[in-house]
């Protein structure tokens, strides 16, 4: 693996901008659509580039092959669930909160992957990195400014859409040998079939009337913060390994708090930016401790 140099970083940093550019989007677009309807848009836009891409390169989709109910499980876990779950939830609370929860993933797959995988067991540095990453998430829950009766469930909710990222890799393990490109198409292939019939009978989205902003926050969802973001975090994955892309994770819930404030003038308490270096000391730690 060739040493990174100034366009690799480059692109780490445009990928954490883009990933975390999605959270005030998310925001934007729930002015005007509802949360399955969010989804629905999202995965549809973002099959397009990764199909285009599968189809340039003679990539085989295997979504309908014997291995059809993993992409199907997988695309439910990974995609629906919680492209959802973060919709529904960040219309009550702000999108950099949202941006700071959900760097949990880092944490969260550290816990599963010490009972799921026979190389990730934990240590004394790694338990002492998810202490400290969580603690911040428990603080942030402490501030009522923010995070309070009325938007504390939401507040769960995005969490549970962080975990349901974590859950969707573990599984993606069973099927590793397929080609990335093939599987992301075909979880975005099923993720798009499992949504159809839930946007039709609970949102009716064409009766909705969308605003100017939200339409072209939403399209960027799919194509930009899903589709473009996934085919470069392939190239960043081929050409500087697994360690230098999960860099990514410190930088997007910082991203995503000076996205939000830019384009939303969302609040920034002092809670908030004790949290945040609290996520991203504890991510840090889980990180050099492998």
Same mark, same amino acid.
Request: contains cysteine.
């Given at each position: 693996m060739k040493q990174p140099n100034f366009i690799d970083y480059s692109l780490l940093v445009l990928l954490?901008?883009?990933?975390?550019?999605?959270?005030?989007n998310i925001k934007i677009a729930t002015y005007s659509f509802g949360a399955v309807t969010i989804a629905f848009? #999202?995965?549809?836009?973002? !099959?397009?580039?990764v199909l285009l891409i599968c189809h340039y390169k003679k990539i085989?989709?295997? !979504?309908?092959?014997?291995?059809?109910?993993?992409?199907?499980? *997988?695309?439910?876990?990974?995609?629906?669930?919680?492209?959802?779950?973060? !919709?529904?939830g960040i219309k009550s609370v702000q999108s950099n909160l949202? !941006?700071?929860?959900?760097?949990?993933? +880092?944490?969260?797959?550290?816990?599963?992957?010490?009972?799921? +995988?026979?190389?990730?067991? @934990?240590?004394?540095? #790694?338990?002492?990195?998810?202490?400290?990453?969580?603690?911040?998430?428990?603080?942030?829950?402490?501030?009522?400014?923010?995070?309070?009766?009325?938007?504390? @469930?939401?507040? %769960?909710?995005i969490l549970l859409g962080a975990t349901c990222y974590v859950i969707g890799g573990v599984l993606t393990l069973k099927i590793k040998n397929k080609k990335n490109e093939n599987v992301t198409g075909s979880i975005l292939i099923w993720a798009t079939i499992i949504l159809i019939p839930l946007?039709?009978?609970?949102?009716?989205?064409?009766?909705?009337?969308?605003?100017?902003?939200?339409? *072209?926050s939403v399209i960027y969802l799919g194509l930009v913060s899903t589709g473009l973001a996934w085919l470069l975090r392939f190239r960043i994955l081929i050409k500087n390994g697994l360690i230098f892309q999960s860099q990514v994770s410190y930088?997007?819930?910082?991203?995503? +708090?000076?996205?939000?404030?830019?384009?939303?003038?969302?609040?920034?308490?002092?809670?908030?930016?004790?949290? %945040?270096?609290?996520?991203? *000391?504890?991510?840090?730690?889980? #990180?050099?401790?492998?």
């Amino acid at each position: 693996m060739k040493q990174p140099n100034f366009i690799d970083y480059s692109l780490l940093v445009l990928l954490a901008i883009i990933w975390a550019s999605a959270f005030f989007n998310i925001k934007i677009a729930t002015y005007s659509f509802g949360a399955v309807t969010i989804a629905f848009l #999202r995965v549809f836009f973002g !099959a397009i580039p990764v199909l285009l891409i599968c189809h340039y390169k003679k990539i085989k989709i295997e !979504a309908f092959s014997k291995d059809w109910y993993w992409f199907a499980m *997988i695309g439910f876990i990974n995609l629906v669930a919680p492209f959802f779950l973060i !919709a529904y939830g960040i219309k009550s609370v702000q999108s950099n909160l949202a !941006a700071i929860l959900m760097s949990t993933t +880092t944490l969260s797959s550290t816990v599963l992957g010490h009972f799921y +995988t026979k190389n990730e067991r @934990f240590n004394f540095i #790694r338990t002492v990195g998810v202490l400290i990453g969580f603690s911040g998430i428990i603080y942030l829950f402490s501030d009522n400014l923010l995070i309070n009766e009325n938007n504390f @469930f939401s507040a %769960l909710l995005i969490l549970l859409g962080a975990t349901c990222y974590v859950i969707g890799g573990v599984l993606t393990l069973k099927i590793k040998n397929k080609k990335n490109e093939n599987v992301t198409g075909s979880i975005l292939i099923w993720a798009t079939i499992i949504l159809i019939p839930l946007v039709i009978f609970t949102e009716q989205p064409w009766e909705f009337k969308p605003r100017l902003d939200s339409t *072209i926050s939403v399209i960027y969802l799919g194509l930009v913060s899903t589709g473009l973001a996934w085919l470069l975090r392939f190239r960043i994955l081929i050409k500087n390994g697994l360690i230098f892309q999960s860099q990514v994770s410190y930088l997007i819930p910082i991203f995503g +708090t000076l996205l939000s404030y830019i384009f939303l003038s969302e609040l920034i308490t002092i809670k908030v930016l004790v949290s %945040l270096i609290a996520v991203c *000391i504890g991510i840090y730690i889980v #990180r050099k401790a492998k």
